[in-house]
């Protein structure tokens, strides 16, 4: 009789952000706490659509950065740890833009592992991945 293996995966991710690294933690306790990060990217796009760059006030155009930033902060925070937004922001000489590859890989992850656990369906998986990207 043939003995069956299975490689057993960590519930983690460690990465490599600058000169640190931070550990993504994809355990159930974790998941449970990620649950409100599809709800925060769907009402993020909703409430926040593009502004002109033209036309826009300077005001409507700083509220949308606070906005975006805050939006990254929050999300970073809850994946990677209390005050790693500001460890990173400050890495990246104050501004949010290069982290945006980590705000959409963050995204991606979380959201795949819930949709393995069914917490998201496919179809939203679909569009709130396309909203990130």
Do not use: W
Not at 7 to 33: H, I, P, V, W
Not at 86 to 104: A, Q, R
């Amino acid at each position: 009789m043939a003995i069956k293996k299975f490689e057993l995966k960590k519930a983690y991710e460690d990465l490599q952000l600058g000169e640190k690294t931070y550990r993504l933690d994809l355990s159930d306790a974790a998941m449970q706490k990620y649950v409100q990060i599809p709800k925060l990217l769907e009402d993020f796009e909703k409430n926040n659509k593009k502004i002109d760059a033209y036309s826009a006030t300077e005001e409507q155009v700083s509220e949308r950065f606070n906005q975006q930033q805050q939006m990254m902060k929050q999300l970073i925070e809850t994946c990677l740890g209390e005050e790693a937004y500001d460890s990173l922001f400050e890495e990246c000489g104050g501004s949010h833009l290069p982290l945006l590859p980590v705000f959409d890989y963050l995204s991606g992850v979380i959201l795949q592992h819930m949709n393995e656990l069914g917490l998201v369906e496919n179809e939203q998986l679909k569009k709130l991945k396309r909203k990130v990207k």
